[in-house]
Structures are given as C-alpha cells and as structure tokens.
C-alpha cells in the first residue's frame, strides 16, 4: 500500500536514522515505507534528506535521531525530560524486527510478559500479577497515556542494584513510538525516561530505536546498552513469531484480559485515526 493513501502517517515525523552514525560530509541510505532515501551531513555538519526522485524532504535532528516526513509535518512530540542537564541520554542501539510498526508498540506496552520474557530482569515468577491501572486518551495533546501501573522487577535498570516495585507510565504520542517512565533506581523521586521510536521499512519490517534518558550518574553508555540489547534481544524472536504480524484493530480478533487495558487504549486510538498501514483494520 502507498503511504499517499494513508494521511495518518503521511504527515507525520518518523525516525529515519541515528544521527551519530551520519558525520559530517558523509551520505547514508535508509528505508521508510518501503522508499529508498538519502540522508547526508553537510561539512558544516547540517543534515539533509531526499527520496528516490532527489525530491528535498523536511528533516529533523532531535532526541539523537534524525527524522524526516513523505508529507508536511507539524511539531514532534515532547520529551522535555531529554534537556534536563543531569540527564544521561544513551541511544541504546537500534534492532531490525521482522514484525508491523503497531504491533512493536503493543509489545513495548506489556507488563504482562516481563515475568516470562524477561526473567531475572524485568520480572519473575511468583511475581506475575499485573496491578489495575489507568488509560486515558489526552485528547488536547492526542496522546494514549497509562498511569498507576505497577510491577515487582528484580532489576529494573542498569543501575540497580536489588528488585523493588517499580511505577511506570506509558505515553503513545505518535502511532508508531511510545515514551514510558519508570522509577529511577538512584533516585526514586524521579522518573528515568524510555523511548521507543519505530522506524516502519515496510508494512511488516521495522526498526525499532530506542532512546534512554537516565537519572544516572553511575553506570557507563556501555552498560545501559548492554542492558536495553539484552531486553530488546529477548522480545525480537516474540515479536517475530506473533501471527499476524500486523495488528488486528477487530477487538474480536484477540482475546484481552484485564492487563491489556493500554493495548485496548492503542487499538482503539488507531481505530479512530483511521490508520491503515500496518494494521489489519477493524470490520465495518
């Protein structure tokens, strides 16, 4: 399907390539939709895109990332957590995963599979219970928002150093990235920040970024990635065996239970756009 049809993600910023990987005077190649692009650095260190035509397309530099658009884009979300100067940002690296763009948010969601996907790490047995929480939809900033949630993790972050209940709050702000926000280990007064952005090569191939911005003064870029490469390397092969591969907006189509109260939420927000790509849509 061509994006064209679809003005949901048409005119929206999408993660293209991590800006670090692209020095000054240099060109890469990347995939957005299925469309080759070009993103190059000028000597001056200005970054620019084009599509396969060498049309200019609209670029963007901003949380370690650079992003660009197939249409005419407005602002990007907000993580204003990324600019506070005690912050440690850490683009933790970036894994291709044969799976839709919707369905590796829904992934990013779950609490549920912490105990039995992320064993020893971000959850374990007995410790299964999901607690109730809240999901609302922002209407002001059109964003999915869950608050009050709540899991026992052994060790949530890097930097801890023992299990705790650990709070979390998740933001959907952009159909195919997702922001949470879980109790910093050295300071509980404050929350650590951890993006996903996707990057959709195609219906059914994605890459997913993710981006932390820690309140952590103790461990190294080196460990944080070791960690999130860790989680990430244990949801690939999840996500890449779930059938459909693109996500079912039909809530007929899967069985939810009481934990999927924030996928609910997703589904039923893209089912309001009217998103097409990546998605199995809902019967009329």
């Known amino acids: 399907m061509s994006t064209s049809l679809d003005p949901v993600i048409r005119d929206l910023w999408h993660v293209a ?3 670090e990987n692209l020095p000054a005077g240099a060109s890469r190649r990347a995939t957005l939709f299925d469309q080759r692009l070009t993103l190059t650095r000028s000597p001056a260190g200005r970054p620019s895109a084009s599509d396969e035509a060498g049309r200019a397309l609209p670029v963007l530099e901003r949380y370690g ?10 602002d990007l979300f907000s ?4 600019d506070e100067p005690d912050r440690k940002n850490v683009c933790t690296g970036s894994v291709g995963i044969r799976v839709s763009a919707p369905r590796a948010i829904e992934n990013f969601l779950d609490m549920g599979h912490f105990p039995f996907v992320h064993t020893g790490l971000l959850g374990e047995e007995p410790h299964t219970e999901v607690k109730d929480y809240t999901v609302t939809v922002d209407a002001a900033k059109d964003e999915v928002v869950a608050t009050e949630c709540r899991f026992w993790q052994p060790q949530a972050a890097a930097a801890s150093t023992g299990g705790a209940e650990v709070e979390y709050i998740y933001r959907v702000p952009h159909p195919f990235c997702a922001v949470l926000y879980k109790t910093s280990a050295p300071d509980p007064n404050r929350f650590d920040a951890i993006a996903l952005f996707v990057q ?3 219906e059914e191939r994605v890459i997913g970024h993710p981006m932390m911005s820690l309140v952590d003064d103790v461990s190294t870029v080196g460990a944080i990635r070791h960690f999130q490469l860790t989680i990430f390397g244990q949801d690939k092969p999840i996500l890449e065996n779930q059938q459909p591969r693109r996500l079912p907006l039909d809530p007929r189509a899967e069985t939810p239970i009481r934990a999927d109260k924030s996928s609910i939420a997703y589904r039923r927000w893209l089912t309001a756009k009217g998103l097409l790509y990546g998605v199995i849509p809902a019967a009329a």
């Open 17 to 19: 390539y991590v800006a």
């Open 65 to 74: 990332f650079l992003w660009t658009s197939l249409g005419e884009p407005r």
């Open 79 to 82: 993580i204003p957590e990324y």
């Open 200 to 202: 959709p090569v195609g």
